[in-house]
């Protein structure tokens, strides 16, 4: 079973933990492109599955001191207009969808690494302290508000919350940036699944990594990887033996347009390691400004 919302939940993010002033606001836009190959479980009798993609998304971020410390919190609202075509008993079928995805909210804290500081203190501490390290925490909820029916089995959204904890370490040496992410995704359940069946998921535990070197202000580049693991399926009370095991690989480019303006590119690959899950080339261009 596919939904919009599993391709595209294991996101790779450099720059997640980055230090930024406390009391500021951004606002971004992205727009993206996601094709290659999807394998469905042989029940459904469907092969040589494909997936056109193209999705648009709207994101609001605001930093602000608990404690002491820098924390954060961004809001993402995805939509997405998509082709899927495959043969299905050797004849061929397919279908669009065109529609809003599951919105997201995720709160985060720097433990360590990064006071709660803004104007010219938050500049004088980023020039004095070129090399350091950043611990954070932060908890990511998806909502099922996305365009959802039981009577079909490709979905915009996924008809369950998804909680996602995370645990980040950034290492900053001057123009260098080092960073990993883990995570495990925790599933509820979708109790209108496609058949009049109930589906539950376990855990699926997710790590990354980015190398990022910094040009100039503003200018920088990234290179990230990551390994998704777990999130075995129930499907109407039946195990599926469908672990997912999902390599993930991203190089991105930023850039300025003006003080508080950026664009960021990022080129991303997906490949699956099991029998069901799917192949993916996505490209996505964003652009975000700081108020």
Known sequence: MLTVSDAWSQNLEPRRWTHLPVKS????????SSNGDI??????????????LYFLGAAYIHSFDFLGKTARIDVSIPSAMGRWEGLRNGLPVSTRRFGLS???????????GSPALAGKEFASYRAANPVRTIIGVAIDLTVPMGEYDPGLLINLGGN?????PQLGVLHQRKKW??????SVFLYGRNDEMFGGVVRDQDPLWFIQGH???????????????????????????????????????????????????SLKVTY????TNTATGSDLDSIILSWNMMF
């Open 160 to 164: 369950r919350f998804v909680l996602r």
């Open 177 to 182: 940036e080092f960073e990993t992410t883990a």
């Open 39 to 52: 394998f469905l479980d042989e029940a459904l009798q469907i092969s040589d599955g494909k997936m056109d």
């Open 268 to 271: 991303a690959v997906s490949q």
């Open 102 to 112: 599951d919105p997201s909210i995720r709160l985060s804290i720097n433990l360590k």
């Open 25 to 32: 606001n951004f606002v971004g836009f992205g727009f993206g």
């Open 211 to 261: 190398v990022n070197y910094t040009f100039r202000p503003g200018v920088w580049a990234g290179f990230g990887a990551g390994y998704g693991y777990g999130g075995e399926n129930t499907i109407g009370g039946s195990k599926k033996d469908d672990d997912g095991r999902v390599s993930f690989w991203s190089a991105s480019l930023g850039f300025p347009l003006s003080v508080k303006q």
